[in-house]
């Protein structure tokens, strides 16, 4: 897979700085198998430069030639130029409450491996990080100057400017945590970003989802032990000027509702989050022995999910669940007007039946022009934060 780079020549994140490379390099990965005479016709180049930057692209491993094109008249058939997927990689980690996930990609964003990595201490993530970046490359044989980018996805609130997670419930992580300096310190040429796991989940939804590719103006709904979204618009990540929104949890739904550790009442996260339903289910129901008896919240979800898929228990609890979302929903899209909403996390266990709960509330409630948009359950096989991750880090090379 590996094609080797050539030491004398320059890493392949400097080359692809360089404002005609990066120009030629776009336009062979949106264009698989495009020819030099091609390249000409789209950037106005002559053929002289395009071929020898062009070339430098090959000797450089990024792109590879790859066959013969078809022309209508006869003459010498054009060769291809395709990107070569070994000839860079991205990483991209999802940070958790024990640990992160890493994942190493290739230039056409396909996972090579991904693992989970255990972390007793989070002010030990930012070396913990470079270790196993550092051992993911090697693993995947790539050199350490291929590292074209890096992509941390974290639950929380995200201050772009200072690139610090600055609060999260789930991360055991200290405001002073110097993660991204780190990073950068290992890996000076290499783009990196830290971004909400909710907003890369998004995006992995508009690049992959086989029922949203393509739609950029879409809303991803984490339902969780919290309620997060991921928010495009015009295919862009939008977090607001404080990095709040997608704070789709506190979105109240209900004036009298329960107190909210936020300050307000009848937040979506109070009502409909998984630890709620489980709440409600022990209250109301008396849990069954087996279920109360599992101290861990997801095992306890995943024993309701699948007695209300199969079995239709907890049926009245789950729906006021989905109601609830079904709301939330409703005030979203009057918000945004998305061409998608995609609920993901935890809940799609839930499976289709809660997704009909929710889609015939919706169709009783909210303005005619809401009834246009997509509402569905994610299907992304994957870590929806490596792989948005890494198509995020991919596209913004350029
Ligand atoms: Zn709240």
Do not use: W
């Not at 004036?255 to 300050?263: A, T």
């Amino acid at each position: 897979m590996f094609n080797g780079v050539d030491k004398t020549k320059k890493g392949s994140q400097q080359l692809i700085k360089e404002t005609n490379i990066r120009r030629i390099f776009i336009l062979v990965s949106q264009n698989d198998g495009i020819s030099r005479a091609e390249l000409a016709n789209h950037t106005k180049l002559s053929p002289t430069p395009i071929s020898s930057l062009a070339d430098e692209l090959i000797s450089a491993g990024l792109v590879k030639e790859a066959g013969t094109g078809n022309i209508p008249t006869s003459g010498r058939k054009p060769i291809m130029l395709k990107i070569n997927p070994g000839g860079g990689c991205i990483v991209a980690a999802d940070l958790q409450e024990t640990g992160f996930n890493i994942g190493i990609f290739d230039l056409n964003c396909r996972l090579l491996n991904e693992y989970f990595v255990n972390l007793t201490d989070y002010d030990h993530l930012g070396s913990s990080l470079t270790e196993s970046i550092s051992k993911s490359i090697k693993q995947s044989n790539y050199k350490e100057k291929q590292l074209m980018g890096i992509c941390i996805g974290a639950p929380g609130i995200i201050d772009r400017k200072n690139r610090k997670v600055i609060s999260s419930t789930i991360l055991p992580i200290e405001k002073n945590n110097n993660f991204y300096g780190e990073l950068t310190e290992a890996y000076p040429d290499a783009k990196i970003e830290l971004i909400n796991e909710s907003s890369l989940s998004a995006y992995t939804e508009k690049e992959y989802g086989r029922a949203t590719a393509g739609i950029n103006n879409l809303i991803y709904i984490d339902i969780h032990t919290g309620i997060g979204a991921g928010i495009l618009i015009n295919g862009m990540i939008y977090e607001g000027s404080d990095a709040i929104a997608g704070e789709f949890g506190h979105i109240s739904v209900d004036l009298n509702g329960p107190l909210c550790k936020c300050g307000s009442r009848g937040c979506l996260e109070t009502l409909a989050s998984i630890p709620a339903l489980i709440e409600n289910i022990e209250g109301e129901t008396g849990f069954p022995t087996q279920i109360i008896n599992k101290g861990n919240i997801d095992e306890k979800f995943s024993i309701v999910a699948k007695e209300y898929r199969e079995n239709n228990k907890f049926a009245a609890e789950v729906n006021i669940m989905a109601r609830y979302i079904a709301y939330g929903i409703n005030n979203a899209i009057n918000l945004i007007n998305p061409g998608a909403v995609v609920i993901g996390g935890k809940a799609v266990e839930l499976g289709e039946k809660f997704l009909g709960e929710i889609l015939r509330t919706l169709s009783t409630i909210g303005l005619n022009g809401n009834k246009e948009t997509k509402v569905i359950l994610s299907d992304f096989k994957g870590n929806p934060v490596t792989a948005g991750g890494a198509k995020y880090i991919f596209n913004s090379l350029f």
